[in-house]
């Protein structure tokens, strides 16, 4: 007798780029099945990032598929009734004297996209954030910018999904992945099998083992990030998010504290959620070049914390079908910026498993056989933030 649920797609991931997949999919009519290793959904990258959503990109397809996702938070409240922590706070990007113009170029893409961002001047700019100008050639600044709540967000997606008949699994790690004669996908877990026609790839930083149990290839690791807090009451302004792209660190208020970062320079692979504490003395010796108050503000480490972000070679996502296996549906690999892209990667997701095809948007640059061959290219784009 076959024991098997049988549904339209699986999405294996409950973060919040698969609860997005989860949400879109079963908006349109799909049945769904939402397979979760952990105990709580957001409990990977999601749970564990710095919660900033931006639209300042340089490329045309960055900008879209961030500033789509922006306006998506910024309605998600009227459309369905949920506050999912969208606070335009801004963000504020500083600029050196090398890099200036090609920012300043980008600033005119962003704008053809209806991105709202203004260009500042060192003294505007420091208005809005206190620094040292030296070397700094002026700075941009995003309004429509800010943040979410992560939690609060990928909750409310599996929610509405949920509402519409899709099944969440949690504690269901995934054990093995088979095609059936009749081109099905069987999805097995210690406690039950799915079979489905369409399968989304959406395990974050494990995409590469879930991958491998189908006999695909995901190259997607994780990338340890370390996010450091001052004490409560340590600040008496909002600091927006602001971030020195020359260095790369990065800083914003949470509440009357002040929460920075930027990537350690040589940072293994790797799962590895503990605070790297020797990283901190290095990091706030770059950081108070930049920001000198920030080195005599009170640490409190009870509230630091350190996640991964989920990287390619090339720093840019794996997002579409995978072309030697009808019905595989990559959405990994965001390099840190999975939580301000979620929305619109949910959509074209279930664009894909509707239509056959991602057309509304070109995608082709994020598909998987971009790593096969001899000649496969790797760009670095891993903005820190």
């Known amino acids: 007798m076959d024991h098997a649920t049988h549904v339209d797609v699986v999405v294996i991931g409950a973060g919040i780029v698969g609860a997005s997949c989860a949400h879109h999919l ?3 009519g799909h049945s769904v099945s939402v397979l979760e290793a952990r105990a ?15 639209s300042q990109w340089a490329d045309d397809l960055s900008i879209t598929l961030s500033w789509n996702s922006v306006q998506a938070y910024r309605g998600f409240e009227e459309r369905y009734g949920i506050d999912i922590g969208y606070r335009p706070t801004g963000y504020l990007l500083l600029f050196g004297e090398d890099v200036w113009s090609r920012q300043l170029a980008a ?16 003294t505007r700019a420091q208005a809005v954030t206190p620094f040292e100008a030296a070397g700094i050639a002026g700075a941009t600044w995003g309004p429509a910018d800010g943040r979410i709540d992560p939690h609060i967000a990928t909750g409310a997606f599996l929610e509405l999904a949920r ?35 369409h399968v989304v790839n959406a395990a974050g930083g494990w995409s590469g083992e879930t991958a491998a149990l189908a006999g695909l290839s995901a190259p997607v690791v994780h990338s340890k990030r370390n996010v450091y807090a001052t004490a409560s ?7 927006p998010l602001t971030c ?12 009357d504290r002040v929460l920075f970062g930027a990537t350690r320079p040589g940072q293994a692979d790797g799962y590895d959620t503990q605070v790297d504490w020797d990283w901190l003395e290095g990091l706030l010796g770059i950081a108070s070049e930049r920001f000198p108050w920030l080195a005599d503000l009170p640490l409190d480490t009870r509230a630091c914390w350190a996640g991964t972000y989920e990287n ?14 009808p019905g595989w549906i990559h959405a990994s690999g965001f390099s840190g910026h999975g939580v301000m892209q979620a929305p619109e990667v949910g959509r074209l997701v279930a664009e894909q498993v509707t239509t056959g095809a991602i057309t509304s948007v070109d995608v082709t640059c994020m598909s998987a056989d971009r790593f096969s061959g001899e000649g496969a290219a790797v760009r670095g784009l891993d903005m820190v933030i």
């Open 40 to 54: 709580g959904y957001a409990e990977g990258s999601t749970g564990r990032s710095f919660a900033s959503v931006r």
């Open 163 to 197: 509402a519409r008949g899709a099944s969440v699994h949690l504690r269901s790690p995934v054990t093995g992945i088979r095609t059936l004669d009749d081109g099905m996908w069987e999805v097995s877990t210690p406690t039950r099998t799915v079979r489905a026609q």
């Open 233 to 239: 009451g340590a600040v008496d302004r909002d600091i």
């Open 26 to 28: 079963s908006a349109v």
């Open 107 to 122: 600033v005119d893409l962003q704008r053809a996209h209806g991105v709202p961002v203004e260009v500042l001047d060192v």
């Open 244 to 255: 020195d792209m020359g260095t790369g660190v990065y800083l914003r208020s949470e509440g």
């Open 312 to 325: 390619t070679p090339d720093r840019m996502p794996l997002l579409g079908p995978e072309p030697s296996a």
